[in-house]
């Protein structure tokens, strides 16, 4: 790593000759886009899709495609808020919980108060976990694998404590517009998928805040030294994976019209894989919210079309770590290459 | 003789970049051999190469005339190649004896521990750094030049013959340096062979006996004499034309001393490293903190910026009371600062060079979007003033650049906020002398726009003559406060001392004073001039007129004639008695002080009033040279 930072072993640098760097902007624009992670990845997702409309008559059908996209929404909106965090670095184990626990918390509140109130207060409440984790994350320096793993487990407690060990059922069937009402044929759900992660791409990529959640994942000291606010955007992605996971449960409550205190196990590890399907470094720094929504498509598809092949759902896990191990092995042998070439 | 090493035509390319492009290099046994560069020019790839850290592309290296490829370090260290890394590449968590075996650690079988003990201290012994490095201190506790150390002892426990010491100079402080110098000495003495990788040409001057010369990855000087060249050859090799003057021309009228500083701090602290520190920059102005590594100049300028918690100071800009609790304060209020490391502290690795140079502009933005545009016009200006190509303004990464590119774009990212104050911490680190050249100028231009400009360098020789006026740091405190004019590197380096390491002589100082009812003094003279070191006055009466960290002419001084003679002779003959003034209230002597080593340390003074006494001149003098500096050699170790 030295070699390439202080070391300097790259003579066309010191050169400075215009021609004898090759610079990115000089190659084609084919090699720059399958240089670019994205379009490789959009491509296995392409794969994926033709070889399972082979393999299956009913996958490209429009029922099964709207299907998909229903699918996509719960784990879609966590991996947003999970992008987020994993830009900078961190990890949140909780969301899983923390969705269980705000679909408590909205069963319960739509007991007392109209609907838009108690999706507030779902809202509120996802959101108060995760600036809860981000201020002992960022503030104290605690290991982000730790604080959200002990957040699990507390959220997951409480949701079982709060909700009596049982469902919260009969809610109101008003709910379930947020889900069913079409706009040109397109149900509500979907509409606020693709419109949450249009927002979540132009704040990641045009504003400070965004910019600086990648600066912070690069390298956070030199973020600091440059005068970038690094702690309030430490602990704001946090903030921002505990609402989405509470608003993703609130889709699934208002399709389901109950609220279980287990929903929402294992969520985390589908966000997880999305994002790093999606390119995104664990290490921080690099990934995007393009990436992650190709991510979450490979693994609503992965999911849709075994259950459309008839694979027992005790072989889906094998099946789908597998992909996601393999996924990560191709990438990083092509990535060598390309960036070989480069 | 038999060279011990041979390599010839040695290619290597990372991807498709071409780092080595037909190297060559003679080792000897018994011989220092410098590997001379600018940054990028591939010194550190051949080194690696040679130690087995990479294999070559192509190319052939022979070593005691057999062909051998490396394909790990260990196949090197069992052939006997060891080497020194720029970056250590030691296990920080591990105590120094471990580190020292840790290659052996992954020998299959047991290991005596009492054996490798002792096997290590007599490896301390040839170093001459037994009772100073212990044995079970954890490394990552140590300072950079102790782990440098340790790295010396790792390579001969490993039996090297030949040890590359990679730009082993970059983090030492000059002590440090000549130290080091002694030991790759002793080395040379011992029969093994060295190579010493630098772009430092006084220091390859120093201590080389062969030079090779490499630029853009292939020998452009193949194993020359050292003592056949001069500076100016070995810049031509290294950078293919002709330089300059390295350092731009001071303004030719120095800043006004009259005019308000622009910035100005006192009793600036920051636990644990700084202390007290004071010093004022005016516009135009570039003001030089010198000292040593450690010494608390780089925190002072972080605390300075925000950067870092502050326990007491006062700060001024442009004349208004400012106290910056964090950057982007500062920032606004228009400083800048550029931090030292440039890998952990500037270049944000994921971002493309375009967001990191347009990095602190976002730092202090207060709109949420990021108004890249609004800045197109002046970064061109600065491409251009920073001869930076503009068409890789858009690549990906930094890390492509060379190291001079990567330091030029940092210090555009803080032009870029047009700063009244700009702090710079170590701003040629790691750069090759070409860039050197050019950020010495930029640094001139934006002095003469008037901004005020502090520079912390521990490179003594680009400190003094890119400054006007230097402040010395030792131990967290400002201790002298000089042009840069009356100060030269031998000076400085006294002037940098820890102040535990002088202790002994300011002790004396004040015996002295108190003992014989005057004052006593510690100083360097040169010519009609003194840069004092020490002082300590138990008589107002017997003032001499300067103070520690001052200089002065002697004819300022309250005992002029006593200084004119007591240093006018350079064997300090004239120490037998005090020389009174014409006036006869005061009278002066005055003591040469050499260390062990025969080192001219400067001269120690006494001042009486009256006349002063033979018998009391004798007692002085003894006392001077019993004191014989035994803490100035502690601190050259």
Not at chain 2, 596 to 608: A, C, F, K
């Amino acid at each position: 790593m030295n070699a390439t930072g202080a070391g300097g072993n790259a003579p066309a640098g010191a050169g400075a000759s215009p021609g004898a760097s090759k610079a990115p902007s000089g190659r084609p624009l084919g090699s720059r886009l399958i240089g670019s992670l994205e379009v490789r990845m959009l491509l296995l997702a392409l794969a994926i899709a033709v070889t399972l409309s082979f393999a299956s008559p009913y996958f490209l059908t429009k029922a099964n495609i709207f299907n998909l996209l229903d699918q996509s929404v719960v784990v879609g909106l966590v991996a947003i808020g999970m992008t987020f965090v994993i830009l900078t670095g961190g990890i949140d184990l909780s969301v899983g919980s923390v969705a269980g626990l705000s679909g408590i918390v909205l069963g319960l509140a739509l007991k007392e108060f109209p609907i838009p109130v108690a999706i507030a207060m779902a809202v509120g409440c996802g959101a108060l976990i995760g600036l809860f984790s981000g201020i002992l994350i960022a503030r104290f320096g605690l290991a982000a694998f730790v604080v959200t793993l002990g957040v699990m487990a507390i959220a997951r407690s409480l949701a079982y404590i709060v909700s009596g060990q049982t469902a919260v059922s009969g809610l109101p069937s008003e709910l379930s517009s947020i889900v069913f009402t079409t706009f040109a044929g397109i149900p509500a759900n979907v509409l606020f998928l693709g419109a949450t992660y249009l927002l979540a791409w132009a704040y990641l990529t045009y504003t400070k805040g965004g910019r600086t959640i990648y600066a912070i994942g690069s390298n956070a000291e030199a973020a600091r030294a440059a005068g970038l606010p690094t702690l309030f955007y430490s602990v704001l992605p946090y903030v921002v994976s505990g609402a989405f996971a509470a608003v993703a449960i609130t889709f699934s409550t208002a399709q389901l019209l109950s609220a279980d205190p287990l929903a929402g196990n294992l969520l985390e590890l589908d966000a997880i894989a999305a994002v790093v399907i999606g390119g995104a470094s664990l290490y921080g720094g690099r990934g995007s919210i393009v990436g992650t929504l190709i991510g979450v498509l490979i693994m609503v598809m992965i999911r849709n079309g075994l259950n459309l092949l008839g694979v027992s759902p005790f072989w889906q896990g094998s099946a789908i770590g597998g992909i996601i191990i393999l996924a990560l092995l191709v990438e990083r042998l092509v990535s060598a290459r390309t960036s070989a070439r480069a | 003789m038999e060279p011990l090493l041979v390599a010839r035509g040695v290619t290597k390319s990372f991807g498709g970049t071409l780092a080595l492009s037909g190297a060559d290099l003679t080792l000897r046994s018994g011989e220092i051999h410098a590997l001379l560069g600018a940054n990028g020019a591939g010194k550190s790839t051949l080194s690696k190469v040679i130690s087995g850290h990479h294999r070559a592309s192509g190319g052939e290296v022979r070593l005691r005339d057999r062909a051998v490829d490396f394909r790990s370090t260990r196949e090197a260290m069992n052939a006997g190649i060891g080497i020194v890394m720029q970056e250590t590449s030691l296990a920080p968590d591990l105590s120094v004896l471990e580190n020292i075996f840790l290659p052996e650690l992954g020998t299959p079988g047991r290991l005596s521990f009492r054996r490798l003990r002792a096997r290590a201290e007599r490896i301390l012994e040839e170093l001459w750094v037994a009772e100073t490095l212990p044995l079970d201190a954890e490394v990552g506790r140590l300072s950079a030049a102790q782990r440098q150390l340790v790295e010396i002892a790792k390579a001969l426990a490993g039996d090297a013959e030949l040890i590359v010491f990679d730009e082993p100079t970059t983090s030492l402080s000059p002590s440090e340096v000549e130290h080091l110098f002694d030991i790759m000495g002793a080395l040379r003495e011992s029969n093994r062979a060295l190579v010493f990788v630098s772009h430092r040409l006084e220091e390859v001057f120093a201590i080389s006996d062969r030079v090779t010369v490499l630029r853009e990855g292939a020998t452009v000087g193949d194993d020359v004499e050292t003592a056949s060249l001069d500076q100016g050859t070995l810049i031509r090799m290294m950078v293919g034309r002709d330089l300059g003057e390295i350092y731009a021309a001071p303004q030719a009228r120095a800043p006004n001393a009259d005019t308000a500083p622009v910035f100005e701090v006192a009793g600036l602290a920051s636990a644990p490293l700084v202390r007290d520190i004071s010093f004022a920059v005016h516009p135009g102005e570039i003001l030089g903190l010198g000292g040593l590594v450690g010494a608390g100049r780089s925190e002072a300028l972080e605390a300075i910026f925000g950067l870092r918690d502050r326990q007491g100071g006062t700060m001024t800009l442009n004349g208004r009371a400012v106290s910056f609790r964090r950057p982007v304060e500062a920032m606004r209020a228009g400083v800048g600062f550029v931090p030292e490391d440039r890998r952990t502290q500037n270049i944000v690795p994921d971002l493309s060079v375009r967001e990191n140079l347009l990095l602190a502009h976002t730092g202090a933005r207060r709109l949420p979007g990021l108004g890249y545009r609004s800045r197109r016009a002046r970064i061109e200006a600065l491409f251009e003033a920073l001869d930076l190509p503009i068409h890789r303004l858009d690549d990906p990464s930094m890390l492509d650049f060379s190291g001079g590119q990567q330091q030029k774009i940092i210090i555009a990212r803080w032009l870029l906020l047009e700063p009244r104050l700009l702090l710079l911490d170590e701003p040629t680190k790691g750069v090759d002398i070409g860039t050197r050249q050019a950020i010495y100028r930029i640094l001139r231009d934006i002095a003469a726009e008037g901004v005020g400009i502090v520079v912390v360098s521990s490179d003594f020789e680009e400190l003094l003559g890119v400054s006007d006026r230097i402040v010395v740091v030792s131990d967290g405190s400002s201790i002298a406060d000089l042009p840069s004019g009356a100060l030269d590197e031998e000076k400085l380096t006294l002037l940098a001392a820890p102040r535990t390491s002088m202790a002994r002589t300011t002790n004396l100082l004040e015996r002295l004073a108190h003992e014989h009812g005057g004052a006593a003094f510690w100083i360097l003279p040169d010519a009609a001039r003194l840069v004092c070191l020490g002082a300590f006055v138990a008589d107002p009466a017997a003032d001499p007129g300067f103070g520690a960290g001052e200089a002065a002419a002697f004819a300022d001084t309250r005992v002029a004639v006593g200084l004119g003679t007591g240093c006018g002779d350079a064997n300090g003959t004239t120490a037998d008695g005090f020389v009174p003034e014409p006036d006869g209230s005061l009278a002066t002597l005055v003591v040469p002080v050499t260390n062990r080593r025969g080192h001219d340390m400067g001269r120690i003074g006494v001042v009486v009033p009256g006349a002063g006494e033979p018998e009391a001149a004798r007692r002085i003098a003894d006392a001077v040279h019993a004191l014989h500096a035994p803490d100035t050699d502690k601190e050259a170790a």
